[in-house]
């Protein structure tokens, strides 16, 4: 009782408060590193790495799988188990990073199981369906976790918010009137004209349904919020861009990819475009996450 009164006394948490926070980081921890450990696991068995993996998918989907492989084993895998040290030491930037990558975990997986050919093209993605489901169901556990675990944070600069806010528009404008617009018109008007919808039509739609209806929605409504100076946008900021960028450099790596083995969908300017985008994006999360690195930085859970 003495030690919790001078402890309270000095602004620290009591000795039971502190154990409780102790046990409470290492499920976030934990789940981090199983998910890069799938992530990982899941880009070596499959094109870029042993070959064992094989998706029943046609060859321009195929390469973009084979830069998304690249993207979550280089880019992504890193950054998660970075996110695990950051809660390890209670830095309280590791849940809102956390959330964002486990966000974007959600959204490729779940094209990757569902966007296959089966039965229609070969492959064996299907046998390694027990990997994706422990990946999925720990991505799932890392969004949660995080969101528990997010403390208050302080208001970013005015102008970044604002920034933040016109970033997130344009990728909204970019994804319909940029990519899935004109696509979609050359679908219905003339399909056999577009490779990639004649090829492989289950991951076509799919991206079109996820995108226009959560990716766009989702940033219209935050930026909005953001430009607006609404207080409840301001964590959700921080969740869309790790995600989103995390998503921006795996398109970027699609379409490198592409270019490089002379897809005949490949375009050099819209890789370059995407190349350019996941720089100015991760910038700016770059930017937004720069002040939390400040003094204080520990002070918050996991």
């Not at 895998?77 to 959600?106: E, K, N, Q, S």
């Not at 604002?162 to 970033?167: E, N």
């Not at 935050?222 to 959700?236: K, Q, S, Y």
Request: aromatic fraction near 8%; charge should be positive.
């Amino acid at each position: 009782m003495v030690r919790s009164s001078v402890a309270l006394a000095a602004g620290l948490p009591a000795p039971a408060e502190e154990r409780g926070r102790e046990t409470r980081r290492w499920p976030l921890v934990a789940a981090l590193a199983l998910l890069a450990l799938t992530i990982a696991t899941a880009s070596l068995l499959g094109p870029i790495g042993a070959g064992l993996l094989t998706y029943r998918t046609s060859p321009t989907t195929l390469n973009q799988l084979r830069g998304s492989d690249a993207a979550a084993l280089f880019f992504v895998v890193p950054l998660t188990l970075g996110t695990a040290v950051l809660a390890v030491r209670r830095h309280r930037v590791a849940p809102l990073l956390a959330t964002g990558t486990g966000a974007y975990a959600l959204y490729t997986y779940f094209q990757v199981v569902v966007g296959q050919e089966y039965l229609r093209l070969p492959g064996n993605v299907e046998r390694f369906f027990p990997l994706y489901l422990v990946l999925f169901v720990v991505a799932e556990a890392v969004v949660v976790l995080g969101l528990r675990a997010t403390p208050v944070l302080p208001r970013p600069p005015r102008g970044l918010e604002r920034v933040a806010g016109t970033g997130l528009l344009l990728v909204a404008a970019l994804l319909v009137g940029g990519l899935h617009l004109r696509t979609m018109i050359t679908a219905w008007q003339d399909p056999p004209a577009l490779i990639e919808y004649a090829s492989s039509p289950t991951p076509f739609w799919m991206v079109k349904l996820m995108d226009l209806g959560i990716v766009v929605p989702a940033a219209i409504l935050i930026g909005v919020g953001l430009l607006r100076g609404a207080v409840w946008a301001r964590r959700a900021m921080y969740i869309l861009f790790t995600g989103y960028t995390c998503l921006a450099v795996s398109v970027a790596a699609m379409g490198l990819v592409m270019v490089v083995n002379r897809d005949p969908d490949a375009s050099s300017g819209l890789a370059a475009g995407f190349c350019a985008f996941a720089i100015a994006f991760g910038t700016i999360t770059l930017l937004l996450y720069r002040p939390l690195f400040g003094s204080g930085a520990d002070a918050g859970p996991p």
